[in-house]
Structure formats: C-alpha cells, structure tokens
C-alpha cells in the first residue's frame, strides 16, 4: 500500500469512528454517601474541618470535606456533577463539562483528593498566566481549609517566586512557563538552582487545547550566539514591490508560492544576474523563497499582527495573541523584515521540548474542558486518556439552529448585519464569532455604518478581553469577537451585575452567532456554549458562505453545480449541508493526520532527550566524571584535591554534554527539513529520519567522554580554576519562546491535506 493510500485510510477511519465515554454509574453511587456526610461536617469548626481533610483518602471523604470547604469558603455548595467530575479526574480522566459548570471548584476538589492520595504535589496546567494567578487566588480561601497551601507562577516570577511557588501542595502555572522551568532545570551546574521538583501530577485546564490543539508545539531553551547579518531582511527587499501572476503564483490551497520564469529573472537582475540555483546560492536563495513566503502568503491581522514594534502571532485556535510564539526556519524574521521592523533573536536551541511530552512526563495526567468527546480518539492515542461526560447540573435549553448558508461571502456579510440589527433594535445581547483580527474589524465597520454600536474584541485589545465578555450578556450590548472569546470567562445575562437578567431572559438571552465555521467543530461548539450556561435561555447560528476558505479548500468537488437557493442568496440544498459539514470533517481528519506526522518525528527526539537526561543527573549528583577522569589518569588525579577535581570533572562534563546535545538539535532540525524531499524518491521520510537521527545520537555519547578528557588533559587546574579559563563558556543569556506550525506546513502536511482533500470529493 503506496503512502497516499495509507493517508487515505488512517483519515477515513478517523473520520467513521465513534467515540466511546466512560460509565459514570460507579461514581453515581457514591453521591448518597456524600451527601449523608454533610450535616456532621457542617457541625465541625473550621480546624476541626481542616483536621478531617487531612485523613481523607478515599473518594467520598475527599468530596464531602471538599464540598464543605467550598460551602465556607467561597459560599458555594458543588453540584453533584461537581463532584462527579472531580471523582473522574481523581480517576485520571479527562471530564467534560459544559461552559459555566464549576471546573475551576470541580479542579481544586481533584487536586486536595490527589495530594491526600499521595499524588501531590499537583500542577493544574492553564492556557495563560491571567488564568493561573486568577484561579490560584480565587481558591485560596478552600484550600487553606483543606489544609493545603496553593501558590501561582506567571512569566514575570523571579526564580525564588517560582521556588516557593513549586514548593507549595498545588500550583497554579502555564503549560508553557511549567514547561520553560523544566527546561530551564535541565541545564543548571548546580542541583540548588532548580525551581520544580519532581514532576508527580497534572490536571489540565482546557484539556482539548493544551493537549490536542497545542500538543506538538515545541517548548524552546535558547541562547545566545555571535550571528552575522540577517539575510532574510536583505532578501525582503529583493521581493518587496513584486506581484502576484505576474512575478509569483500563489497555489490554490494558499500554502505555497512559486516564482515566474519573469520574477525569478527580476530578483536575479537585482543580484548583478547572478544564477540563484548554483550551488553556492543555495543559502540566498532559501533566504529569498522565505522572504516570497512572507510578502506572498502571511497576512497581517489575519496570521499576525503588529503591536509595540513587534510582529505578534495569533493562535488560530483561540484568536488570541500567541505569547512568546516565534514561526521557525526564518520566516519570523522575514515577517519582521516585510513590516520594517528589527529581526529579533532566535538564538541557538540549548533544549527543547513539545508540550505533548512535557505533560507525560507527569506520571498522573487528568484533565477537563468543555469539548473533549471530538477528540477522545487522539486524548486515547497519545495520551492513554478516557473522556468522562459529565452532565449540566441544569439541562441546557439553548436552541442552536441550522447553518445558514449563502451563495457568496457578500450575501452572506449582508445577511449577517441585517440579523444583528435586527437583534440590536429589539435589545437582545448578541456575541459574534469572527475567524480573524481582519474579519472583526471589517464587521465592525459594516455594524457602526448600518447604526449599530459594538464592541470589538480581538488579539490587539486582549488585555481586555475579562472585562469586554463580562458585559457582552448585558441588554442591547453587540460584542464582535475573534474565537477568543469562547473560553475563560462566564457571561451572564444582564451584564455582570446581572441588572436586567429578566429583562433580556424574556427577550431569549444571550444570541451567539457565528461569522462562519472553523476548522474544529470543538471551537465552533465553544463558541456555542457562550449562551445557554446555567440553564439560561439562549440562542445560536452559524452563517457560512460556499466562498469561505473551508468550502473552498476542503469540499469543493461536494457543492452541487446549481443548488437550490433563494433571492437573496440562501442556499437551501440539503446536499450543500451535507457538504459544509464534510468540510469540517475532512479538516479535522487532515490535522489529526498532521498531529500523528508530527508526533512521529518527535518521538524519536524525545527518547534521546531522556536518554541524555538521564546521563545529565547522573553526572550532576555522583562522581561519575570524577571517577572516569580518574581512571584515565590515576597519576594526575591522585596529586589533586578531591573537592577540586569532582568540581572540575563536573564541570567539564556537563559543558561538553550540554554543547553536544545543543549541535545535536540542530543537526536533528536540518535532517527534519530535508527528509521530505527523499519522499520524492519513493523513501519514507520518517524512517530517513530514523537513519539520521540514531548514528548521530549515537556518536554523540562517546563524544562527551573524548571531549571531556581532552579538556581535562590541556588545562591546568587551581583552587581558583573557573570553567571560562578553559573556553567552557556557556551562553551569557537564554531565553524562552514556542515555535508556531509553520503556516504553510511540511512537503509532508501538504501532501497529507492533499490526501485529505481527495478524499472529500471521492467519499461523496
């Protein structure tokens, strides 16, 4: 079977099978006993309370101490499906609760369990810092009574903060900062500058992001280095002023771009008719087919925007400002260059880690979030992780329409101000879910010209993203939205003072439309769950268009020639129903395919990573070099201070370790970039990969002995002796920073979405 049939096979069978949850009634039958013990912990005072949640062990000791703690201390009683929720974390499942449930409450109950399980300490992973420290100190008050101290670390925590921080029963902390600090205590000289402990257990906010949609995004150490001049920003201005079909052409998918036989002879003429593929151009030319990748196909406020003199990426998943996010293989510093703007630094990689194999290091992962059954498939495949639905303590009475599909995108954007004026003028809160920074603002624009006030909610004013969605549920408001706001904050009816909650109760609550579908169906139901929290009244629809990005790449070939439609542009073809919502399908199964691709890749690396760690902590805490130096050299090691020469044989060791691994990573990055033209020869570039990637790991471990004993040989050694004295200089400063997916992907991925694509017009 060729590699294209397989690809078709692995997604069609990702896009045919059934999820599968797990039974609740165990747990179910446990609630009575949790109740029955109410009335005597409402007798206890609150040290006798904290006393009692200190001998707690089993699950409904854990739930009825927790649920009475909650009751003192934030004067909130858990639901029953609070405490089914916490049970299924305790069980180390991934719960999904709907929008407005509790999981903040329902988490802090499964992190006391798990600490008195003897599980702890316990980190509850967020997507943020604003949400780390938020959710840290609004629980404070329980875990106090529970006898557990509780602390939060945020990207502006000095290392002593992040030291008590992990010191603490449970913390609080982005999945990235967890990650960066790991990182960080993989390469310290000395065991006391460490700021984690050992990692024990996880419970992971938003569990479908951080683990699915943000799985294989790789976690980088970096440090500095003496670079020569930026090539990318000379090869920007080289395609600045080019255009598309005449110099370019851009490929239909909008993944990739080629020059004309015109602009390839443009560009040449501008470097003195110099042949761009002779071998000796091969890094200018690379430099010049970035730069035509960031001018041709990245769009600012659409893949970027640009705030405070930098170039800030935005998270398609979320909408939001992706943190400290860089696009690998130049193309950061091409976009930097096409704004005007200074390239940043890169840096070399002295460590790295995908936020997949950070999180399984913790020997007990759990985790919640509002949508986890459309992925229980893959939480199965690469994290051994079962979903357990839990149900609303209020059954939901949103009504959630059928799309709304027009012929064309400008049908569509009339329809969509025409329905959210209507909204407007009877008072009803509406909350609209845009695709991009771009989209929102050209909504905006059209509302404000039809008469209607909105507020804007996107990746450049995300600092006010809690107090914007606070007051999207109050009477009248119109708040136009990137996906950001489908997680984090609950809006109730009435504005956050729940002033007219009746008022607009009567009016059907909360209106949430969505501008058009995403790739994941998990964020278009995110969106969705805005309204109807709590048993709230509320209401959903989605407008699409046969023109949007979705339908056109993914099911073109399923539309009908001439669907039905109405005068004003409504499609009302059930077969292009069918379609929009194949569409969907196919681009979940493509990502997952890409998930899987990327996964292979890394699991190879990660293997060497632990490997090497392994050998890294053996060093660091015995005489392993001391002993090897000393066996090499009875007579010279015999004539030193044994204090002296375990510092040196430390020291050696671990420089030349780390300076290995580091050239490693960067041999590994340019093997990976290059495996995929061997595809074009028929070879499989994984297992390509495979053949690079283990004789180098291979030759590098003697490679640390041989250059250990070459130092130890050449240099002279004092009371005095610093490791700088022997050209063992490590970088004068690191830093920290994600790779984002490059836009356009691997030759790889795109085959992969080729794949996927033909599959969409094949299975009709």
Known sequence: MGVSQRLKSRVRRFLQRPGTTVDLAPLEKLLPEIEAREDDLRELDDAELTEAAGRATDYTEICAVGREAARRGLDQRPYDVQLLGAMSLLAGKVAEMATGEGKTLTATIAAYGHVRRGNGPVHVLTVNDYLARRDAEWMEPVYRLLGLTVGWVTESSTPEERREAYDRDVTYVSVSEAGFDYLRDQLVTDIADRVQPALTTAIVDEADSILIDEARVPMVLAGSITSEQDPVHTAAA???????GRDYEVADDGRSVAFTSAGLAAVEAKLDDINLYADENVDQLSAINVALHAEALLHRDVDYIVRDGAVELIDEMR??????????????????????????????????????????????????????VLVGEQLREFFSLEVAVIPPNTPCVRVDEPDRIYATRAEKDDALVEEIKEAHDAGRPVLIGTLDVKESEALATALVSAGVPCTVLNAKNDAEEAAIIAEAGAYGAVTVSTQMAGRGVDIRL?????????????????????????????????????A???????????????????????????????????????????????????????????????????????????????ALAERRERLLNSEVAALMLADRFPDRTAEMDEALLSRVARSIALYHLDRLWAEHLATLSEVREGVHLRALGRLDPLDEFHRAAVPAFNELIPEIETRTVATFEETEFDEDWKPAESELVRPSATWTYLVHDNPFGSELDRLIAAVGRRLSSGSR
């Open 238 to 244: 080289l395609v600045r002023g080019l255009r598309a």
């Open 319 to 372: 909408g939001r400002v992706a943190q400290r996010r860089r696009w690998p293989d130049g193309l950061q510093a091409a976009v930097e260059a096409k704004e005007g703007l200074s390239a940043t630094a890169e840096g070399e990689v002295l460590g790295t880690i995908t936020v997949q194999a950070f999180v399984a290091l913790y020997p007990t992962v759990c985790g919640m979030t509002a949508t986890a």
């Open 494 to 530: 009435g504005g956050s003072d729940q002033a007219d909650r009746e008022r607009v109760a009567e009016l059907g609550g909360l209106y949430v439309i969505g501008s058009g579908r995403h790739d994941s169906r998990r964020v278009d139901d995110q969106l969705r769950g805005r």
């Open 532 to 610: 109807g929290r709590q048993g709230d009244p509320g209401r959903s629809v989605f407008y699409v268009s046969l023109q949007d990005d979705l339908v056109v790449r993914h099911a073109p070939d399923a539309i009908p020639p001439s669907p039905r439609m109405n005068a004003d542009g409504l499609v009302t073809d059930e077969q292009v129903d069918y379609a929009v919502e194949h569409a969907q399908r196919i681009a979940e199964g493509v990502n997952h395919e890409i998930h899987r691709n990327t996964w292979r890749y890394s699991v190879v690396i990660e293997q060497q990573r632990k």
